[in-house]
Nanobody, 114 residues
Framework: QVQLVESGGGLVQAGGSLRLSCAAS????????MGWYRQSPGKQRELVAT???????NYADSVKGRFTISRENGKNTVALHMNGLESEDTAVYYC????????WGKGTLVTVSS
């Protein structure tokens, strides 16, 4: 079992920046994908960004050039650096891990005021 704990959400003005962090309860090794999804009210959960164990990244078109995903502190923490935030980025952001099976964090709320 792996627990994922997110931190770093909050309220920010449009154009501002936030950094989200996700810590796994154990070191992740081997073949895995870790990343972030988000869900806005009335919308389906959507992929934001992922990173593989080999460091390959993938981004939703809507965040390319503004968000950066990175691994920190070895292989059990993933961060999402968000710049140029827009009101459309307002959502609950969930940390996600696929390591054989899927794991989800409980989410952290990001609110962007216009």
């Amino acid at each position: 079992q792996v627990q994922l704990v997110e931190s770093g959400g909050g309220l920010v003005q449009a154009g501002g920046s936030l950094r989200l962090s996700c810590a796994a309860s154990r070191t992740i090794r081997g073949i895995y994908v870790m990343g972030w999804y988000r869900q806005s009210p009335g919308k389906q959960r959507e992929l934001v960004a992922t990173i593989t164990g080999g460091g390959i990244t993938n981004y939703a078109d809507s965040v390319k050039g503004r968000f950066t995903i990175s691994r920190e502190n070895g292989k059990n923490t993933v961060a999402l650096h968000m710049n140029g935030l827009e009101s459309e980025d307002t959502a609950v952001y969930y940390c996600w891990l696929r390591w054989g099976v899927e794991y989800w964090g409980k989410g952290t709320l990001v609110t962007v005021s216009s």
